[in-house]
């Protein structure tokens, strides 16, 4: 019991960012940007801040891996994974997984990151049907490998992500590459994903946004959708206003005949208009999916690996909530120093790093990484349970709010 007090202590679990919370009066762009005016000074532009080290006081008390795992798992609505599968027209599939993959776009607090994940950092996570778990499978440069599938419809999906955020002057530019893959299993179809860049900018007006051209290709139907994110006007911008616009199309692959129009804002709600009937219906709504989010709650506390991302910077973490940023930094320094020590350690015993749950290969500039298991595990941080189960939450088992 004396072993599951401590653990339970030193377990803490973030609330996922949700839309309302971009009104939270610390993470609004005017207060945090009055924080990084003094970095701005000492990084010059064209600098690669892969490695750039921030000050607690600009840190989210989550890691990025989390972050990753949220886009998934993390939902107010419809289980919009489980409806790619659902549906019986292949073109209905596709507009499905169009749906779902803009229900992974999530605001962004700008100036404010989340922590770099440690090698070999894990977060696993389940919420009804559908079973995450991401690993930070290489330190330099940083790649996070992720695998979801759900129970009931047979869904697999696995993601390999690595970024390079450049600093452009009143800006950073945040490229993010990799490959997303869904597979419908029951469907023996296959979905290739691009992802969007990230651009944080400063100045004129302080703000995040998504940017860039995502494409999502299924060779098995001969259909493909084209969704372009929407850099906000430079007067928009110095406006204030936030437009967060997405413009897009449901097309065949061979012929490049166009079936749909997609538009709207991904923040509120996105529309599809059939070209040969006009009918418009609403895709997806924003409200209903990422607002009003919760933190996983534990199920069971004996199963959380040590390696969890909740475990891992929890002392970090409760410095940022408690604001003592001595604290945290002094935690997040320990956390650091004890990722170099196991370094040293490999090094002058010649082993080599070797990932828990991915296989990783690199092919060139880029990366892949596969899982070694077929399905993800129940996890024992959930979100819902499946039904008919009951939730078993620890009351006093720590959240961030």
């Avoid at 679990?13 to 005017?30: G, N, Q």
């Avoid at 049907?129 to 690993?135: F, P, R």
């Avoid at 790649?143 to 047979?154: F, G, M």
């Avoid at 609403?282 to 475990?311: H, W």
Wanted: charge should be neutral; aromatic fraction near 8%.
């Amino acid at each position: 019991m004396a072993e599951e007090e401590k653990m339970r202590r030193q377990l803490v679990l973030a609330k996922p960012f949700s839309l309302e919370d971009e009104k939270d009066s610390e993470l609004t762009a005017s207060s945090v940007i009055r924080k990084i005016l003094s970095l701005i000074k000492t990084v010059r532009p064209g600098s690669d801040l892969t490695n750039f080290q921030l000050p607690p006081q600009l840190i989210l008390p989550r890691s990025r891996l989390q972050c990753y795992g949220e886009m998934i798992y993390s939902f107010g609505g419809q289980d919009l994974l489980g409806e790619c599968s659902r549906r019986n027209l292949p073109i209905e599939r596709l507009k499905s997984v169009v749906t779902w993959n803009i229900s992974t776009l999530r605001p962004v607090v700008v100036g404010m990151s989340p922590y770099n994940p440690v090698l070999g950092e894990t977060h696993h996570v389940s919420n009804g049907y559908i079973n995450v778990l991401t690993e930070q499978v290489v330190h330099h440069p940083p790649v996070s490998a992720l695998h979801a599938t759900h129970e009931k419809e047979k869904i697999d999906v696995t993601w390999c992500q690595y970024f390079t955020p450049k600093f452009r002057g009143a800006y950073v530019d945040v490229e993010v590459n990799g490959k997303r893959v869904m597979k419908l299993l029951n469907r023996k179809e296959t979905y290739e994903m691009d992802q969007p860049r990230l651009i944080m900018r400063f100045l004129p007006a302080p703000g995040a946004h998504w940017a860039g051209k995502v494409k999502i290709k299924c060779p098995e139907t001969d259909l493909e959708a084209e969704l372009h994110l929407i850099s906000d006007s430079f007067i928009e911008r110095f406006r204030g206003n936030n437009n967060r616009s997405i413009k897009g199309k449901i097309f065949e692959s061979s012929s490049g005949n166009q079936l749909y129009n997609i538009y709207g804002h991904w923040d509120r709600t996105v529309m599809a208009k059939n070209l040969k009937t006009g009918e418009l219906e609403v895709i997806y709504n924003a409200k209903d999916n990422i607002t009003g989010l919760n933190p996983p709650t534990v199920k069971n506390l004996q199963e959380v690996m040590e390696s969890e991302s909740a475990m891992v910077w929890s002392e970090v973490s409760e410095g940022i909530l408690k604001k003592d940023w001595e604290r945290a930094r002094e935690a997040k320094i320990l956390v650091e120093e004890k990722q170099r020590e196991a370094l040293k350690q490999r090094e002058a015993s010649g082993e080599s790093w070797v990932p828990k749950h991915f296989s990783v290969v690199k092919k060139g500039k880029d990366w892949d990484c596969s899982p070694l298991q077929p399905t993800v595990p129940r996890a024992p941080l959930i979100i819902t349970e499946v039904q008919g189960e009951i939730i078993n939450r620890f009351q006093d088992s720590k959240t961030l709010c």
